[in-house]
Structure formats: C-alpha cells, structure tokens
C-alpha cells in the first residue's frame, strides 16, 4: 500500500511503481527479515489465541491450502533462498495476476495514464499449479487440548459447511448476535473472559462459524460450559424486531467507519474484486441484511450451530 496527497499523485506513482517492479532482494536484507520471522514464529508459539486458531484452521481444512500458517514456520521459513524470491516475484507480480485499486480525487483518465507508463511494460507469466482445495465433512464433534501451562487459557469452537453465497447476511447477523449475548453474558455479568466473541468467514462456497474466548486456566470449564448454553439459547430466542434495527445499524455504522481511509476504501475494492464480488458488494450485503426477519436466523442457529459436527480446539 502506498498513502499520499494527491497534490503529489504523479510522484506517488512513480515511486509506488518502482517498488513494484523493481525490488530489490539482498541477501542481507533476506537475512534480517528471515529473523524477524522466526522470532515472531516463535512468540506465536507460546500465545494460547494464536495457536488455537492455527490448529483450529488445520484440523477443519485439513489438507487444503487454508490449513497452512500464514506465517509459516520456522523450517519453512529458514528454507527460502533468495532465487525462491526472485522465482515467486514473477509470477506473483505478473499483470495477469495483479489487482491495483487506487482511491482519490484525481481524475480517474489521469491516473490511469500514469500508471500504464510503467505496468504497460510488464509481459503475462504462468502461476505454478496451485494445490487443489478439498474441504473436509465433519460429521461429529471433534475435540484437540494442548497444555501449556499458562494462567491463560483460550478455547475456540469451529464448524465449516457447504453453503450458498446468499445466505451470507444471516450469517454475518447470527455471529452478531451471539457475540453480544457472549460478551454480556459470560463478560460483563460474570466476568470469566478477558475476550471472546463469534465470526463468520467465507471460503469459496464454505462457510466458517467460529466461536473463542479467552480466559483463566481455573475458569476455562465454566467458560466452555457458558458457551454452550448460549449457543441453545439462540435457538429458543425471538430476537425481537428493535434489537434486529439495532445490530443492523451498528453494521452499518462500522462498515462507514471503515470505508471512510483511503486506504480501507482500497482494500474492500481489491478484496472484492478478488472474491469475483461486485464494487457495491458491501452495500448489497447491508440491504440483505436489512430484510432479514427474526426468524431466519433462529433457522439459521437450529441448522448449524450443533455441538456433535464442531471441532474444539482448548489450549491450556
């Protein structure tokens, strides 16, 4: 990403292009890097939120690409040369595979012709074979504690399930929901979590419903327990249509905060361009979710939100 004024959008470009096309990859540059890595691998190691959501990612992907650190590991890591830099740049930089999303006040035909002057003389590449990406059917509960011996404790719950892409408003409103119900429940009435929450996440026809909280060693069984019970409680309970107003408006208040940047106003556009979504697909999604009634969502928790198909991830 690259942020300026747009007095300065000419000079901007240009240097957002040289960095682009022409990195430089020096040894002792790969080296301080190569270490910085490491030292963030290993801290990851000993963060009870990051290695269950790490473990949470392989045991419900499995094979699949998704299933892999973001970060790698330390011998995945250690292993990257500096022709394996130069080999990835070619592919992954190639105009065949680059989004650029641009955000200003400029005339659009202006900044266009700017940045041709230096994408222009980029020729097309063939992207290695990209593993193919199988999805795993958990059809029972599936449960994965690792000891650590910390104070601190985390536990987090997973599901991912074949789904239509229009059903992603209620999702995104159920996860709302039960994350408010956590949080006053669990939080702020018995304080037994520091943090927790649910989420919904989408991966090419599957969707991700996940549950964490973090909390103390000692509390970690009644947190679990807590959970559970929210969890059936949302099955029985009408949500009623002024709390329904309520969550929709608080989306959409955080989705105009977060497009309000530059930079975030960017990062939405390529996302959904990536995901083959619409430019307006944020607001199509807010007027799903406008029309959504009560009812939709308690189907939704009663079809999906079981226990007996979830994987547990405890890191104790």
Not at 72 to 86: H, V, Y
Not at 203 to 225: C, D, M, P, W
Not at 297 to 303: D, G, T, V
């Amino acid at each position: 990403r690259f942020e300026t004024i747009d007095k300065f959008y000419r000079e901007a470009i240009y240097n957002f292009s040289d960095l682009v096309l022409k990195p430089s990859f020096l040894e002792e540059d790969i080296k301080d890097v190569r270490a910085e890595m490491i030292n963030l691998i290993r801290k990851e190691s000993e963060n009870p939120s990051r290695i269950s959501g790490n473990l949470l990612y392989e045991h419900l992907f499995n094979k699949n690409p998704f299933s892999r650190r973001i970060n790698g590991t330390e011998k995945s890591i250690s292993s990257i040369t500096q022709q394996d830099l130069k080999n990835f740049y070619n592919y992954y930089f190639s105009p065949n595979n680059l989004i650029i999303s641009i955000a200003t006040s400029v005339d659009r035909d202006q900044v266009l012709k700017e940045f041709e002057k230096y994408f222009n003389q980029l020729t097309p590449t063939k992207a290695p074979t990209v593993p193919s990406e199988n999805y795993s059917d958990f059809s029972k509960e599936k449960s994965i504690k690792i000891s650590l011996n910390k104070t601190q404790s985390y536990v987090r719950l997973g599901i991912l399930f074949k789904m239509n892409k229009d059903e992603e408003a209620v999702f995104r409103v159920l996860a709302s929901v039960l994350s408010q119900n956590l949080s006053q429940n669990l939080r702020e009435k018995k304080g037994l979590s520091y943090s927790l929450g649910s989420g919904f996440s989408m991966h090419n026809g599957y969707g991700l419903f996940q549950i964490a909280a973090g909390t103390r060693a000692k509390t970690l069984s009644e947190v679990e327990k807590g959970i559970y019970k929210e969890m059936e409680q949302i099955k029985k309970e009408i949500i009623s249509s002024s709390r329904l107003k309520k969550l929709i408006n608080l989306y959409n208040s955080r989705r105009l905060m977060r497009s309000l940047t530059r930079i975030s106003q960017c990062y939405q556009a390529g996302l959904n361009e990536f995901y083959g979504k619409l430019f307006n697909h944020n607001e199509e999604l807010l007027n799903k979710i406008k029309k959504l009634s009560s009812d939709e969502i308690q189907k939704m928790a009663l079809n999906y939100l079981k226990r007996d198909n979830m994987v547990k991830i405890i890191v104790e």
